[in-house]
């Protein structure tokens, strides 16, 4: 719970924090804050809002796994109950039912079940990503299309790339970085620092027999090597996007890392997708990042965290450079009120939220609201990222209307450089995840208690 005192002061005027937030660079009418429905669930309003783009999409998907509702599939995910028939039998079936999700007209939207028996699907050639029922649905939508073509043949690979590393045979460089951490700024400098590490990783991937198989798979020639290679480096960045953009955090709100006991980080409203193939070591490169730290110790915390990564948390210390992962599934301020206030976990040093998306919907609002309340009147030190400049600019003004000090915002130099493609609008400009931040700190009334030498009065 917020401290008493200050927990119904929720808003104020933009234009008295001027002199402190740079204006966003587009005026965006805040959401609402009193919303009817409560602790929605990003993982299932991101799958039934494909119906809004494609009827009957998310029942053709559904389909392709055997399950009858999105409920019963989370259930089988987190090993709550088994479905006859769900799985694959091979690489083949996989991938095959994997496409036949993409197939939709991008134009007129149709999906194959509402054809005529004249028509069929067709994948655009050039990017092997999107489908026409025709050359007229093509034609019509090629202006639209050719602005984003060369991109989605990226996703296009990339998505049957990321096989490789969701069964282990691409496995990320690791190991103590080999030059002083603060030259690291971005992948420019990360690249050349792994250089010949990643150049014997990559070699060895490419000529895998996991490679081998993925594309004797597909049913689709194999692209050339620089192709394959820049598919894989572009799912590096996407792994290591996460745990790197906590070590910015850390970094630029001057965090010590060298406290006593170790230091701890939550990832506030955590998705399943986000935990569910989250392995023990996917976040030693935070570790690397702060050489000599006495511990780091990341705390996953959303409705939707995986079963499987649910684990028991403790506070008793670190040892030195170890990096601990754990999850719990739930609200983040009942956690903070439950295991937090009652000394069960540690105070966070640094809260992290990877596209919280409450300026979405009206129902996400509702649902952080509390939490972005309780980190502003704690003055935890936080930082949230967004896919775009346009979510940038409507979660800025969300957090001027609620008070919040923000220290900084901008393009983050470790997001993630795999394309993401709009699922049920593939012709909508692809995304990259983390590709922008926010960092703030406690609140804009803070600054009438603090001198001109940084103190407070």
Known sequence: MAPRSRQRRHKKSPSSVTPVVVTPPTVVTSVPLTLSKSDPSIDALGFFSLENNVPG?????????????????KLV?????????????????????????????????????????????????????????????QRSDWPEHRKVCQELHLVAVDRLMEWLLVTGAFVLPSGPWPCLAEIVQGWDTWFSMRHLQLDATLDAVLGSHAMTILWASVGRPRPNSDVLQGSLKRLLTDAL??????????????????????????????????????????YDELGYMFPGHLGLRVIMVGIDVSADFTQSTSTSPLEPGTVQLSGHRGLYHDFWEEQVETGQIARPDLVVAFHPGF???????????????????????????????????????????????????????????????????????????????????????????????????
């Open 241 to 282: 996007s996460r745990p790197l953009t906590l070590g910015l955090g850390l970094r630029a709100l001057g965090i010590d890392t060298g406290k006593i006991g170790g230091s701890t980080v939550h990832v506030v409203g955590a998705s399943h997708v986000e935990t569910f193939l989250t392995r023990p070591g996917d």
């Open 77 to 137: 995910l987190d090993g709550g109950a088994s479905v006859s028939g769900f799985g694959f039998r091979c690489p083949q079936e996989m991938f095959q039912k994997m496409e036949d999700t993409f197939r939709f007209c991008a134009h007129c939207r149709a999906l194959p079940s509402g054809l005529s028996d004249s028509k069929v699907l067709r994948q655009c050639k050039r990017c092997r990503n999107v489908y026409y029922c025709g050359p007229e649905c």
């Open 359 to 457: 300026h979405a919907s009206p129902d996400l609002m509702e649902a952080w609201l509390p939490t972005l309340l309780l980190l502003r009147d704690y003055e935890i030190p936080t930082l949230i990222t967004v896919y775009s400049h346009q979510e940038l600019a409507a979660s800025l003004q969300i957090l001027v209307d609620l008070d919040t000090h923000i220290t900084a915002y901008g393009a983050n130099p470790f997001a993630s450089l795999k394309p993401e493609q709009v699922y049920s609008n593939p012709n909508k400009q692809p995304v990259y995840c983390n590709a922008y931040y926010i960092m703030f700190l406690g609140s804009s009334c803070q600054l009438d208690r603090i001198g001109g030498n940084g103190k407070r009065k």
């Open 57 to 73: 999409l998310s029942q053709l998907i559904l389909q392709k796994l055997n399950m009858k509702s999105y409920e019963e599939y």
